[in-house]
């Protein structure tokens, strides 16, 4: 009997401490990502140091409202099964096994190159968690895995998938889960009153962007999106796309979702709010949305705060994921664009597109 082709997949995520004292080192291993803090070493690892001690006490007082530790290598782990088993029913011809690769805490990079070594893989799919690109995430884990790979000796035919900011079952996930939000939110307001729908994302700073990230143009691309997808459930809502997540003196992309819970409770609007650039709960949406936020929203006197969960296990995102790594798996190029995969890329203008200098196929 002929031996089944086997595709190792590697997803990527930005990680989180598993317990109080995993906080410290998970900051210093961010803040020490010359893609994060772009500062020659040795000055960037004294102020990873420096923040990362400064900052693990009130990280501490996050992580505590959620039990001490982030769950997103537990969310990671069900998406990974679900992945799996969609992939096994979709393509049962493939034996397919997914490996998580976080980048600032374990399991780490190396720990999935060492698992997809035992697997011994014909080919490789990388599989951001990040639907929209930027250089301070994706591209961030895609050279953390090559050096982790290379130490591994993995060496097998890899293709990346850049990212899917518009991809239908992507957004077709988001629209099912914030037309029950909007449901949810007019039963509290009543039909006469106002809704202002939030579509927020995690920012960065401005300077970031205007050094070529594509992140923020992705990011309107998946609102534009959603917002075609919800169709008439929007009829009397307004809709606006914001950042959130801000730290540090540094300008950062905006409005701010802080600004926009404000200007909503102002107008007397109910403010529903749908986290599109995470895929997990984390502390930023368990913590910053469900409990920040939403405390916000009360003082400010908001009729009603609803948050839509993130995609997590939806069939129609699993779907999506599933499809991604099956498009790239019959695929000669070696990384897939937005352009490829739904026919809405963004193009190479962007300084920080994977696309400018690599080669379109093997």
């Not at 401490?17 to 994060?36: C, R, S, T, V």
């Amino acid at each position: 009997m002929a031996r089944l082709k086997k595709i190792g997949i590697v997803l990527f995520n930005l990680g989180g401490p598993d317990g109080p004292d995993a906080i410290k080192p998970f900051l210093f291993n961010l803040f020490n990502d010359p893609d994060i803090i772009r500062l020659p070493q040795p000055i960037r690892w004294g102020v990873a140091k420096l923040i990362s001690h400064r900052r693990a006490p009130t990280a501490r007082i996050i992580y505590d409202e959620i039990g001490g530790g982030s769950p997103i290598v537990a969310e990671t782990q069900a998406q990974v099964r679900a992945l799996e088993n969609y992939l096994h029913q979709s393509s049962p011809d493939i034996s397919w096994k997914a490996s998580i690769a976080m980048r600032y805490w374990h399991p780490f990079s190396g720990e999935a190159a060492r698992e997809l070594l035992d697997f011994d893989p014909d080919q490789i799919i990388l599989l951001p968690l990040y639907p929209q690109y930027s250089g301070t995430t994706t591209a961030s884990s895609v050279k953390d895995w090559k050096k982790a790979a290379k130490t591994a000796g993995l060496d097998v035919p890899t293709r990346q998938i850049c990212c899917y900011p518009e991809f239908p079952d992507f957004i077709r996930a988001h629209c099912t889960l914030i037309a029950k939000g909007l449901d949810e939110a007019w039963k509290k307001v009543g039909p006469n009153q106002r809704l202002r729908l939030l579509l927020s994302a995690h920012g960065l700073p401005k300077r970031v962007i205007d050094a070529g990230d594509p992140y923020a143009h992705q990011v309107e691309k998946t609102a534009f999106a959603i917002k075609q997808g919800l169709g008439t459930a929007l009829d009397n809502v307004e809709t606006v796309v914001c950042y959130q997540s801000r730290v540090g003196p540094l300008e950062w992309i905006g409005p701010p979702t802080d600004g926009e819970i404000r200007r909503a409770a102002d107008a007397g609007a109910g403010i529903v709010i749908a986290p599109i650039a995470f895929v997990s709960e984390h502390a930023e949406t368990l913590v910053e949305l469900d409990i920040e936020y939403a405390k916000l929203a009360r003082d400010m006197g908001a009729p009603c705060y609803i948050r839509t969960p993130t995609p997590g296990i939806e069939p129609d995102f699993i779907r999506a994921l599933g499809s991604l790594v099956e498009k790239a798996a019959g695929s000669d190029q070696m990384i897939l664009d937005n352009a490829w995969i739904s026919g809405g890329g963004c193009g190479t203008a962007f300084k920080d597109c994977p696309l400018r200098d690599a080669p379109s196929t093997l």
